[in-house]
T-cell receptor, first 114, second 113 residues
């Protein structure tokens, strides 16, 4: 158990809908990362937050947005969902978000778009 | 920019045999290198990482990896495979000063009894 929690574990929804994925980092960690894992694209970095502020952006679509709240939990919002958004979404956390930090991964949320 | 190439999407070894999973990287800045393992229906767990210092890095579960700058490689090895090692393994790189991990496509390891 990494100490990172993600809810829900599974999510099934329809095209065009909007969903919110939630992540609670390990106790004491200030930085949160979101990754998408799909069969065709592999594991891709989406976005990083540090202590409530956006720090780095990767291959995140404009239909996707995220935020980190004062209690350090984070939410990833996915809107206007398409079939291709079906994937496993991981949240990871690290203490400071530095380049040598270890990122600890949660169990993931499996999103299925029908 | 960084990239990672993992040779072999699927590797099979016999129980007790040497495990060798290959990873080559490219990075325009000094790299920090990581190996993660993913068991079915679970998140990723860090096996080991190289940041600075000794180029031979020992990790959990008997795994180790050697950073070879001249070969831009960071191959993962284990002297004797165990059935519990069956999983998918991901090599990742982060450039110095960068915040994001760039992952390889992963190598699925099967262990044959």
């Amino acid at each position: 158990d990494s100490g990172v929690t993600q809810t829900p574990k599974h999510l099934i929804t329809a095209t065009g809908q909007r969903v919110t994925l939630r992540c609670s980092p390990r106790s004491g960690d200030l930085s949160v990362y979101w990754y998408q894992q799909s069969l065709d694209q592999g594991l891709q970095f989406l976005i990083q937050y540090y202590n409530g502020e956006e720090r780095a952006k990767g291959n995140i679509l404009e239909r996707f947005s995220a935020q980190q709240f004062p209690d350090l939990h984070s939410e990833l919002n996915l809107s206007s969902l398409e079939l291709g958004d079906s994937a496993l979404y991981f949240c990871a956390s690290s203490f400071l978000g530095g380049d040598t930090d270890t990122q600890y991964f949660g169990p993931g949320t499996r999103l299925t778009v029908l | 920019a960084q990239s990672v190439t993992q040779l072999g999407s699927h590797v099979s070894v016999s129980e007790g045999a040497l495990v060798l999973l290959r990873c080559n990287y490219s990075s325009s800045v000094p790299p920090y290198l990581f190996w993660y393992v993913q068991y079915p229906n679970q998140g990723l767990q860090l096996l080991l990482k190289y940041t600075t210092g000794a180029t031979l890095v020992k990790g959990i579960n008997g795994f180790e990896a050697e950073f070879k700058k001249s070969e831009t490689s960071f191959h993962l090895t284990k002297p004797s495979a165990h059935m519990s090692d069956a999983a998918e393994y991901f090599c990742a790189v982060r450039g110095a000063g960068s915040y994001q991990l760039t992952f390889g496509k992963g190598t699925k390891l099967s262990v044959i009894p």
